[in-house]
């Protein structure tokens, strides 16, 4: 049971290219979530999803896209990446509201 | 709307002595509240959470929170400090989505 896993742990990007995170759990959750942390500001969403095919906007949606065709795995794309999207992107998943399970987080620099 | 604040940016204890990390929240219904741990480097791990339920809570290694609605406060303790606790800590209210506070690092001196 490897719980929730993300994937790169670190990427340097360069201004407008893109990149995808992706988000594995093995738990059979069906919720997922996307944060980033930035100094000062705690954690904030991005995107979340519901259930296998769905997603929503979250908190801080702008730049970013997602999607959930598979209940074990929940992606993060950027499609042109900006320096202001430097920050720690963290996943989570949960049975339901309140139960998060958080990954590792991956650290992503733009440049 | 909800938010949560965490009146301490920065905490610093003596090891074996009390840990008192302070959180207000506003929230439009009956929330739930959380509190997690992030040591450095390293993912958020579950601390406590209220639920509607008791409203004092425990937790793991040691900790308590107290929920007061009066006060909107859910303020996290611990009797004594221990090194390993050094960390940052986060305040989250739920009421639909989740809000996170901006975070408390505690210090633990030797």
């Known amino acids: 049971n490897a719980g929730v896993t993300q994937t790169p742990k670190f990427r340097v990007l360069k201004t407008g290219q893109s990149m995808t995170l992706l988000c594995a759990q093995d738990?059979?959750?069906?919720?997922m979530y996307w944060y980033r942390q930035d100094p000062g500001m705690g954690l904030r969403l991005i995107h979340y999803?519901?259930?296998?095919?769905t997603t929503a906007k979250g908190e801080v949606p702008d730049g970013y896209n997602v999607s959930r065709l598979k209940k074990q795995n929940f992606l993060l794309g950027l499609e042109s990446a900006a320096p202001s999207q430097t920050s720690v992107y963290f996943c989570?998943?949960?049975w339901g509201l309140g139960n998060e399970i958080f990954g590792p987080g991956t650290r992503l620099t733009v440049l | 709307a909800q938010s949560v604040t965490q009146l301490d940016s920065h905490v610093s204890v003596s090891e074996g002595t009390p840990v008192l990390l302070r959180c207000n929240y506003s929230?439009?219904?009956?929330?739930?509240l959380f509190w997690y741990v992030q040591h450095p480097n390293k993912g958020l791990q579950l601390l406590l959470k209220?639920?509607?339920?008791?409203?004092l809570v425990k937790g793991i290694n040691g900790f308590e929170a107290e929920f007061k609605k009066s006060e909107t406060s859910f303020h996290l303790t611990k009797p004594s400090a221990h090194m390993s606790d050094a960390a940052e800590y986060f305040c989250?209210?739920?009421?639909?989505?989740?809000?996170f506070g901006a975070g408390t690092r505690l210090t633990v001196k030797p």
């Open positions: 989570a998943s949960s």
């Open positions: 929230s439009s219904y009956s929330p739930s």
């Open positions: 209220y639920t509607s339920a008791a409203t």
């Open positions: 989250v209210v739920r009421s639909g989505d989740m809000r």
């Open positions: 738990m059979n959750h069906e919720y």
């Open positions: 999803s519901v259930g296998e095919g």
